[in-house]
C-alpha cells in the first residue's frame, strides 16, 4: 500500500519540482549523467569525479598537453545553475559544455557538486562552494594536504584563479567573491577574475523592463530554496543592490566578465549589475556581453548553435 504522506503534495515549483509529506522531492527537468573521461576525449580532455568533504565532491578537468609538459595553467572554479536546487557537475549539459570550455581554453576546471535545495536550504550551497574554493587553495600552501589532488599540484596557477557560474552558479560565484573580500583563502590565494553569466540576481522592485509575470518564477524559486532568508526576496545574496547589501567594490577580483542574454527575464539585472560594479568605485576591469535574441541557458540548450560556440570563445579569451 502506498503511503499517503508519499503521494500528498505539500509544496511544488512547477515545471521544475514538486516535494511530498514524507520529504521526497521529484525533479523534472534534470538533465542526464554523463560519465567522467579519465582516458580522454575526441578533444583530450581528461576528466574524473573526486570527494572532497563526505557532502561535497567535484568533478575535475584537465586539457590536453604533451606528455612531458609541467605546465602551469589558470584554475576555474565553476559552479553549476539549476535555480539551486536541479542539476550537477555530473549531468550531460554542463558536462560538454565544460569539456569545450576546457579544449579552448587550456585550463583546469574544477566543477563544484554543492549540496542542492529544498533537502539541503540555502544557505547550504553557498558553504559548500566556500569549502570547495578553500580546498582548491590549500593545494597554494607549503602545509600538506591529505586530499591533495596532482593535477592542480602540477599545473595549477595559483595566480590566476578564477571564479564562474551560470544562472544560480553565477549568483553563487559572486557571493563567493564578495565573501573573499573580508574571508582569507589558504596561502592568502587571490582571485583573479570572475565570470557571471546570466547572473540569478532577483529584488522586490522592478528595474528597467522587468516584468512582475517574469519574476514570478524567480521569487518563488527563491523562497523555496531559500525560506528563511533574512529580507525574504531582497536579502542581499539574491539582491545585491538592497538596502544593507555591502558595496559592490569590495568583490575579491581584478577582472569580471558579465553575460546576458536579450530574451532572458534576468536580462535586466544582468545589465544594472554591470552598471553598479563599475560606478562602485572598484578597481578592476568589467565587461558586459550580450547575447542578440537568444533566452536564458541557451548554449547548454542550443549547444551548437553559433552563438552558444560565440559565447564559449569570448570566455575562453577571458580565461586564458
Not at 538533465?31 to 578533444?43: D, E, H, K, R, W
Not at 599540484?153 to 563567493?176: C, M, P, Q
Request: glycine share 8%; net charge neutral.
Amino acid at each position: 500500500m502506498v503511503s499517503s504522506n508519499s503521494i500528498e503534495v505539500v509544496s511544488e515549483l512547477l515545471p521544475i519540482l514538486k516535494v511530498y509529506k514524507d520529504g521526497t522531492v521529484e525533479r523534472f527537468l534534470n538533465s542526464p549523467y554523463a560519465p567522467p573521461s579519465p582516458l580522454g576525449n575526441t578533444t583530450g580532455v581528461l576528466s574524473k569525479d573526486i570527494a572532497i568533504t563526505p557532502d561535497i565532491s567535484a568533478r575535475l578537468y584537465l586539457p590536453k598537453l604533451s606528455p612531458s609538459a609541467n605546465q602551469k595553467l589558470p584554475i576555474l572554479v565553476y559552479f553549476h545553475g539549476g535555480g539551486f536546487c536541479i542539476e550537477s557537475p555530473f549531468s550531460i549539459l554542463c558536462h560538454r559544455y565544460l569539456n569545450l570550455l576546457v579544449s579552448q581554453s587550456k585550463i583546469i576546471v574544477v566543477s563544484v557538486d554543492y549540496r542542492l535545495a529544498p533537502e539541503y536550504p540555502l544557505p547550504v550551497a553557498y558553504e559548500d562552494s566556500w569549502a570547495a574554493l578553500q580546498w582548491v587553495a590549500s593545494h597554494n600552501t607549503t602545509t600538506k594536504n591529505t586530499k591533495e589532488d596532482p593535477w592542480l599540484i602540477r599545473h595549477g596557477n595559483f595566480d590566476r584563479l578564477y571564479l564562474g557560474g551560470d544562472s544560480s552558479g553565477a549568483n553563487i560565484a559572486h557571493n563567493i567573491a564578495m565573501q573573499a573580500g573580508t574571508d582569507t583563502l589558504h596561502g592568502d590565494t587571490k582571485i583573479h577574475g570572475v565570470f557571471l553569466s546570466q547572473p540569478y540576481f532577483c529584488g522586490s522592485k522592478l528595474i528597467g523592463n522587468e516584468s512582475l509575470a517574469e519574476k514570478r518564477l524567480l521569487q518563488d524559486t527563491w523562497m523555496l530554496v531559500y525560506p528563511n532568508a533574512k529580507g525574504g526576496i531582497d536579502n542581499p545574496m539574491i539582491n545585491p543592490f538592497a538596502y544593507g547589501s555591502r558595496n559592490l567594490s569590495q568583490i575579491q577580483c581584478r577582472r569580471l566578465f558579465v553575460c546576458v542574454a536579450s530574451k532572458d527575464e534576468l536580462r535586466e539585472r544582468g545589465v544594472y549589475y554591470y552598471k553598479a560594479v563599475k560606478e562602485s568605485g572598484w578597481k578592476g576591469q568589467v565587461e558586459l556581453f550580450k547575447v542578440e535574441g537568444e533566452g536564458h541557458g541557451f548554449h547548454f540548450f542550443d549547444f551548437d548553435s553559433e552563438k552558444a560556440k560565440e559565447l564559449v570563445n569570448r570566455l575562453a579569451s577571458f580565461l586564458c
